[in-house]
């Protein structure tokens, strides 16, 4: 089973064993409310392992499982509007997949579960109150991607060994990204490296600070772990083979949009996440 969808069913279990047996109900069937953090279409593969763990454990969508996407494009600003429309639908249970996601569920609701299947420190972006005690009605897992932020800069140095400018590749408004980027900056110092950081708020940002790379002559990339980051992979790692620069990630799916296509002075690199799971609510 490749690692998300392990994760997908990891998250389905959880759904599963806490919650569906406590919402059926003779002639019910039990409703799950998606909340992605961005465009299904760049995301079709998660939901499939997500459907498919769903299965595994004996619920199949359309027969005792209802699975409720929200309606109209998915973006940012529209997320609050979109958990409200699951609440107003009396799902049983949202799966809310990022920190964004989980935060815009939480403002609409204290009563249904929200699980989520893949998010960065729920204690530091304060969705929970600590791992052991989590409370409130958030549960699911994490990928800890801050204290993965500063092994990824280690290793990049270890590739490209004479590099002492870095260029770190983010969306500043994500409430994940100020951990990471201090976690960057703590490895940057002790290896004596210097950080640019290049910010994106929006598509038309991604050909401006690419050339400020070019310009101010990063030695390599290091993308933060952001639903906007991930969605816009492909276009980002085309421009990072435009410029040339050595480039690491957190995901997978960036070496598959094309970053293993490379000439041999450039050296994609995806880092593994690390899993931890906090109690039920």
């Not at 599963?16 to 409703?31: E, M, N, V, W, Y």
């Not at 699975?67 to 509007?81: I, W």
Request: net charge positive.
């Amino acid at each position: 089973m490749k690692k998300k969808q392990v994760l997908f069913a990891l998250a389905t279990f959880i759904v599963a064993s806490f919650h569906l047996a406590d919402a059926q109900q003779p002639g019910k069937i039990p409703r799950i409310g998606i909340l992605p953090p961005g465009p299904i279409s760049e995301r079709v593969h998660l939901w499939e392992a997500f459907r498919q763990g769903l299965r595994e454990l004996g619920y199949v969508e359309g027969q005792n499982i209802i699975l409720v996407f929200p309606s109209g494009e998915v973006k940012p600003e529209r997320l609050h509007d979109l958990a409200a429309e699951l609440v107003s639908l009396k799902v049983d249970v949202i799966v809310a997949a990022a920190v964004v996601a989980v935060q815009a569920a939480k403002e609409v609701t204290k009563t249904i579960p929200i699980v989520t299947p893949i998010i960065s420190d729920p204690v530091e972006t304060r969705l929970v109150a600590s791992l052991a005690r989590p409370g409130g009605n958030i549960t699911g897992l994490s990928y800890m991607s801050s204290d993965l932020s500063g092994k990824r800069l280690e290793l990049l140095r270890e590739v490209v060994p004479r590099m002492s400018r870095v260029a770190v590749l983010s969306n500043p408004a994500a409430p994940g990204v100020p951990v990471q980027m201090r976690e960057t900056k703590q490895a940057a110092q002790a290896l004596g490296i210097q950080l640019q950081r290049l910010e994106v708020r929006s598509p038309d940002d991604f050909e401006r600070v690419f050339q400020a790379a070019t310009k101010e002559r990063a030695g390599a990339l290091i993308a933060l772990d952001d639903p906007f980051v991930f969605t816009h992979r492909t276009r980002i790692v085309k421009l990072a083979a435009k410029s040339r620069l050595p480039e690491i990630y957190g995901f997978r799916e960036f070496v598959e949009a094309g970053a293993s296509c490379r000439t041999r002075r450039t050296f994609p690199i995806c880092t593994g996440a690390l899993l931890l799971t906090w109690t039920k609510y």
